[in-house]
């Protein structure tokens, strides 16, 4: 089952998202590594020593209650150590780049035995994306996969939640350590080529040294603060249970009781502590209450004046944003939501999936890539010409244009005499044309223009395909449409529709040869 991998490791969680050809994009589960609604792999390992090869990932370190020991085999937040020129500090066994390169051999081992990925795509932060790609590369060399792509974050999502090319975005990205705001311009637009994600290998092929422009979003303003989702568990967890430590159970319960509040009024959970069990209960007004006491909205408030400053510099105010884009797991809270429309009023919000927006965004943006073919030579009809009277040669396919063709090219044919029964599709070659010639002047080879015309086309040495009409033609009336296409093969088909023939009665692609 070939298709396309997409993967978007994130700071708390990563996104793996699958898509078959012609098929639907959807998130894809990893046992034992992924849980979660939607499914998601934690940005969690952990190893037993500095040289395990096969670590605990994902669900699997939080089933182990190791998400918060203090361990230096225990890895997390490593995603935004990752490229960056002056790495935030680290203490576990391994680098942030062994961490990550661990997590995506983990995951494509975790891959269904049926699914063949014919391709890769990751997404990464614009602000580190050149050290991002590099890292990329080199932690990729051992996948079997004959293409690899990258693509930048902010433009991922806004792609995955359909925001068009070029569109100014207020991306606000809650995740599990940090908070950014960026305000990005999407390429694309005002007639220019729409984004699409930078294919690093092609056909098994290392594309690192070729002459691809980096293809990113521009960044007009951003801010950003090491506060997270993990910092609001932490808050829940305290305001639930003061006299208790905030251990891996305890923090997983907050986290699940803040998920419930993104959707319910209410949300509990029971849980059983030194061989008692405690009734943990929040409501979603008591919730909100804590992250107002805790400054979260001040922070928020800090930040957007930093971004659209950054902005006004460039002559833009909140009028020139496109859409606001909510991404990360927090981003569903209601009270950030209210916060984001109280302070951008009149832009739309578009945050139907934040947690999978990104992932699904860099399916969008890799298309369908495939080698063609171009005609050394070209392909043309012989055709009545009406005003001269005579037969000329109509070109159908030039030479350079690349093949199999996508759309066919639609063709309409008169006939070149009254009561004409048949018509014969007569195929040529328009041999190279010489529009110099080389003369010697003084001894000297001299190049002199010769008089364009016509090319000279030679006919096809195949018998012409011989169309027989549903009723005798008129001179001058069209009477053939004709939609021509070269396949993958090479071979150059016609589709024939006689127009006075009864309805529903048009033929199959006819082979007329091969091209060349």
């Not at 209650?65 to 490229?83: Q, Y």
């Not at 997270?228 to 305001?239: F, K, L, P, Q, V």
């Amino acid at each position: 089952m070939p298709g396309t991998l997409a993967i978007d490791l994130g700071s708390s969680t990563t996104v793996v998202a699958w898509q078959e050809p012609q098929g639907p994009a959807r998130l894809l589960p990893l046992p034992p590594y992924s849980c979660g609604d939607p499914c998601v792999v934690p940005s969690l390992l952990w190893l037993e020593s500095p040289e395990a090869e096969r670590p605990l990932i994902g669900r699997q370190v939080l089933d182990a209650a190791l998400a918060d020991a203090e361990h230096p085999g225990l890895c997390r937040d490593f995603k935004r150590r990752i490229g960056a020129e002056v790495p935030p500090g680290g203490s576990g066994w391994i680098s942030a780049e062994r961490a990550g390169a661990l997590l995506l051999e983990g995951l494509w081992r975790a891959l269904p035995a049926d699914m063949v990925p014919e391709r890769l795509v990751l997404t990464a932060p614009i602000e580190t994306y050149r050290g991002y790609r590099s890292w990329l590369q080199r932690a990729s060399r051992d996948l079997v996969v004959p293409e690899l792509a990258l693509v930048d974050e902010p433009t991922a999502a806004a792609i995955g939640a359909g925001l068009p090319p070029g569109s100014r975005v207020l991306v606000v990205d809650l995740g599990g350590g940090t908070i950014d705001l960026s305000l990005v311009a999407l390429e694309g637009g005002e007639g220019r080529a729409a984004p699409i994600a930078q294919l690093l290998r092609f056909a098994g092929r290392d594309l690192a040294r070729s002459g691809q422009a980096l293809r990113c979003a521009r960044v007009i303003g951003k801010a950003g603060v090491a506060l997270g989702g993990r910092d609001i568990d932490r808050w829940i967890a305290a305001h639930l249970c003061p006299e208790a430590p905030a251990d891996g159970t305890l923090l997983h319960l907050a986290e699940q009781i803040k998920c419930q509040l993104s959707e319910a009024s209410e949300a509990r959970q029971i849980q059983a502590f030194d061989g008692t069990f405690r009734d943990l209960h929040l409501s979603r007004e008591a919730f909100e209450r804590l992250l107002e006491e805790r400054g979260l909205l001040r922070q928020l408030d800090g930040l957007l004046e930093a971004v659209l400053a950054a902005a006004r510099r460039e002559g833009l105010g909140p009028a020139d944003i496109d859409a606001l884009l909510p991404v990360g797991g927090s981003s569903r809270i209601p009270l950030i939501r209210r916060w984001l429309q109280s302070r951008c009023p009149g832009v739309p919000l578009r945050g139907e999936r934040p947690v999978e927006a990104v992932a699904m965004g860099a399916l969008a943006l890799t298309p369908g890539v495939r080698v063609r073919d171009v005609l050394a030579r070209g392909v043309s009809l012989r055709c009545w010409d009406r005003r001269s009277g005579r037969h000329r040669w109509h070109p159908l396919f030039l030479p350079g244009q690349s093949w199999p063709t996508e759309n066919p090219l639609e063709l309409v044919l008169a006939c070149s005499r009254d009561g004409q029964d048949r018509v014969e599709l007569v195929l040529g070659e328009p041999l190279p044309e010489e529009r110099a010639e080389v003369v010697f002047e003084a001894g000297l080879p001299v190049l002199r223009e010769r008089p364009a015309g016509a090319a000279p086309v030679r006919p096809w040495p195949s018998p012409p395909l011989e169309v027989p009409l549903a009723s005798p033609g008129r001179r001058g009336v069209d009477r053939l449409r004709l939609r021509f296409r070269i396949d993958a093969g090479a071979q150059l088909l016609v589709e024939v529709h006689d127009l006075e023939a009864p309805a529903g009665d048009d033929s199959e692609a006819l082979a007329l040869g091969p091209v060349r």
